[in-house]
């Protein structure tokens, strides 16, 4: 369980760091949850399906379950270092945990970098298979494109605005997923009634070793709570902290609610999963889905990468202590993102964004090692770390 309750007079710092939310009021923490729910839902819903049914089958429903639950414990580090972590920083008065924030920084870089990779690929693989052009080449080729589009419009000063596009993106994708959802349920039901029984899919001949290292490589699926860190110019910790928990209540039920409501459709893969087979998917529940999901795609995985392409060049310019600006951030950002999109699949970068954000949170368990002194808490984050350390390690693609 997470500790985050104290009494008023404790100070942030001390043994436990807890804190009481009941302060923090709903008309902040509303608007606030867009940022971390465009992000946990940026590119998760529309690949975890196939990844979960590649990996285990008839089994995806208590894998999402673990999944969530492993985001879960991660999300109480990000809590953790707001209220405990923050403060220490600021003050600068521990040098190792100074020094190991920083190193996160650069890590984060490095995550989001493929993360901007990872939703252009996705964005790629819709928009293609609408036009039956859907080539490991033509993937390529157009995720180049975008990202050259996006860092030349970075170059000539004009992402800011295109953070407006993030909102909307969200409404159009809960719209979507609510619209799958209900769907979804139907066909489940009309289903049960004419068969008597759900189709399930088959479990893939796998070893237990190769289930568990392609279930640690969904883990960028539900990341994205940690960019309430970020939000400190705009929001208090208080509002920051309960904004990060209820964002992972929201968004990790939906994950297991759209995961189980998918598990009767699977079987029309007939065992190919890509990582576009959600269109399949929503073909068969409703002919009407394909396009507004492809549509929704689409924008939610062009707003995700100007968000990431922002703020890699935004902590690239404050890890550097500004030798970086943002217009070579930009720059560095779109060509490495670039590079990578010819060098991996899509399975493949999702595992790669996983370890990559494993890292991060890995650094930041070790942050939250540094400024506690609870015990119990303490050997939490030691837990913690330990899953964070086999994702790093281990983590393999789907496919």
Same mark, same amino acid.
């Given at each position: ?59 995806? =429903? ?63 693989? *819709? ?38 596009? /993030? ?8 719209? =979507? ?140 310019? /404050? ?61 939490? *984050?030691?837990?913690?770390?330990? =899953? ?12």
């Amino acid at each position: 369980m997470e500790h985050e309750s104290m009494s008023s007079k404790q100070q942030p710092g001390q043994h436990s760091c807890n804190i009481e939310d009941g302060g923090a009021r709903v008309r902040n923490i509303v608007p606030a949850m867009s940022t971390p729910l465009a992000s946990i839902f940026g590119s998760g819903f529309l690949v975890v399906v196939p990844v979960l049914a590649s990996a285990v089958g008839p089994y995806a =429903i208590p894998a999402m379950i673990v999944v969530a639950f492993i985001a879960f414990l991660v999300g109480t580090i990000v809590r953790h270092n707001i209220l405990c972590a923050e403060p220490v920083l600021a003050k600068g008065s521990k040098q190792f945990t100074v020094m190991v924030e920083r190193l996160s920084d650069f890590a984060l870089v490095i995550a989001y970098v493929i993360s901007v990779c990872l939703y252009v690929h996705i964005l790629s693989s *819709f928009v293609l298979v609408s036009f039956e052009l859907d080539t490991a080449f033509n993937k390529s080729l157009l995720t180049t494109i975008v990202i050259a589009v996006i860092t030349v419009i970075g170059l000539l000063g004009g992402l800011k605005p295109l953070e407006k596009l /993030e909102r909307w993106a969200l409404y159009v994708t809960i719209l =979507i997923l609510a619209l799958l959802l209900v769907l979804f349920a139907v066909y489940d039901v009309n289903q049960f009634l004419v068969q008597g029984h759900f189709s399930l899919p088959e479990m893939p001949e796998r070893s237990a070793w190769e289930i568990v290292t392609i279930v640690a490589g969904t883990l960028i699926i539900v990341q994205g709570f940690e960019t309430t860190r970020y939000l400190g110019e705009n929001f208090d910790p208080l509002t920051r902290i309960r904004v990060a928990r209820w964002s992972q209540y929201f968004s990790l039920s939906i994950y297991v609610l759209f995961v189980t409501l998918a598990q009767p459709i699977v079987p029309v893969l007939n065992g190919n999963y890509g990582d576009n087979s959600l269109i399949t998917l929503a073909a068969t529940a409703s002919l009407f889905l394909p396009l507004p999901l492809i549509i929704a795609a689409s924008m939610s995985q062009f707003s995700a990468a100007v968000a990431d392409t922002l703020a890699a060049a935004a902590n690239m310019k /404050e890890a550097s202590r500004e030798r970086i600006s943002a217009r070579w951030g930009y720059l560095l950002v779109g060509a490495a993102a670039i590079v990578l999109a010819w060098s991996s699949s899509t399975f493949e970068v999702i595992a790669l964004a996983s370890r990559a954000f494993a890292f991060y949170y890995l650094l930041q368990c070790l942050v939250a090692f540094t400024v506690c002194r609870n015990i119990r808490e303490r050997i939490r *984050f030691v837990f913690i770390g330990l =899953i964070l350390s086999f994702v790093l390690l281990f983590a393999v693609p789907a496919g």
